[in-house]
Nanobody, 116 residues
Framework: QGQLVESGGGLVQPGGSLKLSCAAS????????MGWYRQAPGKQRELVAS???????TYGDSVKGRFTIARDNAKTTVYLQMNSLKPEDTAVYYC??????????WGQGIQVTVSS
C-alpha cells in the first residue's frame, strides 16, 4: 500500500523559517506530482505548492516568494522550505503524491504554528 511520512513541523515565531519533509515509503506505483496542502481550522484545504517529476513547480498565491518546494533525485521525497512565516500560515500541512495507475496518497498531516 505504502505511505507518506511527514516531518519538520512545529512552533515558530513570525518571520521565522521551517522546513518540512515528506518521504514516500513502500509505494509500488510511480509517483508523478508531489505537493503540499494545508488546512486551517474552519477553512478548506488549499494547495501550498506542488512539483512534477520534471521539476515544474506551482505555488499558492499566498506563499509565492516565501516558500520553496524541492524534490530529491529519486523523486520519492519532497521538501518545503518555508521562510518569512506569518501567523496566517498556521495550519495542518499535508503531503500528497499523485500516482501513475493508482489513487493519490496523503500523509497524516503535520502541525505548523506561527505565533509569538
Amino acid at each position: 500500500q505504502g505511505q507518506l511520512v511527514e516531518s519538520g513541523g512545529g512552533l515558530v515565531q513570525p518571520g521565522g523559517s521551517l522546513k518540512l519533509s515528506c518521504a514516500a515509503s513502500g509505494i509500488m506505483f510511480s509517483i508523478n506530482v508531489m505537493g503540499w496542502y494545508r488546512q486551517a481550522p474552519g477553512k478548506q484545504r488549499e494547495l501550498v505548492a506542488s512539483i512534477t517529476r520534471s521539476g515544474t513547480t506551482t505555488y499558492g498565491d499566498s506563499v509565492k516568494g516565501r516558500f520553496t518546494i524541492a524534490r530529491d533525485n529519486a523523486k520519492t521525497t519532497v521538501y518545503l522550505q518555508m521562510n518569512s512565516l506569518k501567523p496566517e500560515d498556521t495550519a495542518v500541512y499535508y503531503c500528497n503524491a499523485a500516482l501513475l495507475g493508482s489513487l493519490p496518497r496523503w500523509g497524516q498531516g503535520i502541525q505548523v504554528t506561527v505565533s509569538s
